[in-house]
């Protein structure tokens, strides 16, 4: 059952067809009935007592200035889930069930005290969470320096050097959000367990980086000078423009999802397929398709604000993205447990065990967590 339906029901906005889909799930079973009147009850009642617009504020701050993603909030309220934990809001997107017990053996944070480490062109390396505001190192005529809220930035005053381009590369690890401003005045936002490379200086007709994992782009306006994104399974061109890349090597996927202005999108490979995307789309490559859909823009870059969203996504995916922040493996012992849908919003600096818990009360699974050598792992069962 869409939860969705089921506000409409309590609202009385159902269309002919979907009170006929109601109907029939609510006549189903006593369980269906009783979940009906649990979640008629919360909605009713939590709606008078708690103020909307601060509970919102608080979960919702930044995510999107153009593309709010209030209208939802409602709908986990409904779901007696708004939690002072930190978990924003939850609902399981498919039939909940009776809560079951949850085995758990270790509370698992991120774990951010790994570093942050900027690869300089001669090789040499600079571990960034180490360093005081100020200059952190220079090359040739470039000074790279850190500001107060963590930030580095690159002198882009400094006189053109002539010569072969000069590389760096920057690594953001599990548990950290990093920010750069590269030379060209470009802001990017790095997620957890990414690469960039890009050139210490931007030369000719051209601006190109490297890209493996997960980036937010405010490409600085150069019309005489394009920007690429390049990943291993494809590239994004602009001239100036805000978008959200996300290309881990591992997901075996492309994504990128536009904000503002517009860019062109393209697979490698021996096709070369490529589409030209309008703010709210999104563009997502599997190797075998190049397909395009609207989005909610907000959503997908949710994470630079320390947030995880998922709207009626499996489980599996669902943990695959956490586990880049909290750095774990995850095990299901029965493969129709991946499947399991929900919808919801993480705060990223709350324990795992927090949504893991959630999870358990909503579904007929239990978790367990056990640390193997120097790696934690997720079991996930019935």
């Known amino acids: 059952m869409d939860f969705k339906l089921i506000i409409k029901k309590i609202n009385d906005t159902l269309s002919p067809e979907e009170a006929s889909i109601f109907a029939a799930w609510y006549n189903e079973s006593d369980s269906n009935r009783e979940y009906f009147e649990r979640v008629k009850r919360n909605y009713e009642n939590d709606i008078e007592y708690i103020n909307l617009g601060e509970a919102w504020k608080s979960i919702n701050k930044r995510i999107s200035p153009k593309r709010n993603l209030r209208p939802y909030y409602k709908y986990a309220v409904a779901a007696a889930v708004v939690l002072l934990i930190g978990i924003g809001y939850f609902a399981q997107t498919t039939n909940s069930v009776p809560s079951v017990n949850v085995e758990k053996e270790v509370i698992l944070t991120n774990r ?12 040499s390396k600079v571990v960034l969470n180490d360093q005081k505001n100020g200059v952190v190192a220079s090359q040739e005529n ?9 930030q580095i930035s690159y002198d882009d005053k400094a006189a053109p050097h002539p010569g072969k381009a000069q590389y760096n590369t920057l690594f953001i690890p599990h548990g950290r959000i990093f920010q750069v401003k590269l030379p060209d005045g470009t802001k990017v936002w790095l997620n957890s367990k990414s690469y960039l490379k890009y050139p210490v200086e931007f030369v000719g007709d051209k601006r190109m980086v490297t890209l493996d994992g997960e980036a937010y782009f405010e490409v600085a306006k150069n019309p005489n000078s ?3 994104v390049t990943t291993r399974s494809g590239n994004v061109t602009v001239l100036g423009t805000h978008f959200n890349v996300n290309a881990y090597t591992e997901d ?12 062109e999108v393209s697979e490698t490979g021996k096709d070369h397929a490529s589409v030209v995307l309008t703010p709210g789309q999104q563009a997502l490559s599997d190797k075998s398709s190049l397909k395009v859909k609207n989005v909610a823009v907000g ?14 996504e499996n489980l599996k995916n669902i943990l695959t993205k956490m586990a880049k922040w909290y750095d774990f493996n995850v095990k299901f012992e029965q493969k129709s447990l991946e499947q399991i849908k929900f919808t919801g919003l993480v705060l990223k600096d709350q324990p795992l065990n927090d949504f893991l818990n959630i999870i358990s009360k909503t579904s007929n699974i239990k978790y367990k967590i056990n640390k193997v050598n120097q790696t934690y792992e997720v079991t996930v069962s019935k």
């Open 252 to 263: 075996q996927s492309f994504v990128t999802t536009l904000d503002e202005g517009k860019v």
């Open 299 to 312: 959503v997908y870059s949710a994470w630079k604000d320390g947030k995880i969203y998922f709207e009626n």
């Open 226 to 228: 394009p920007f690429t």
């Open 142 to 150: 470039v000074v790279i320096t850190k500001d107060q809220d963590g």
């Open 112 to 123: 951010s005290e790994n570093d942050i480490i900027l690869t300089l062109a001669d090789g």
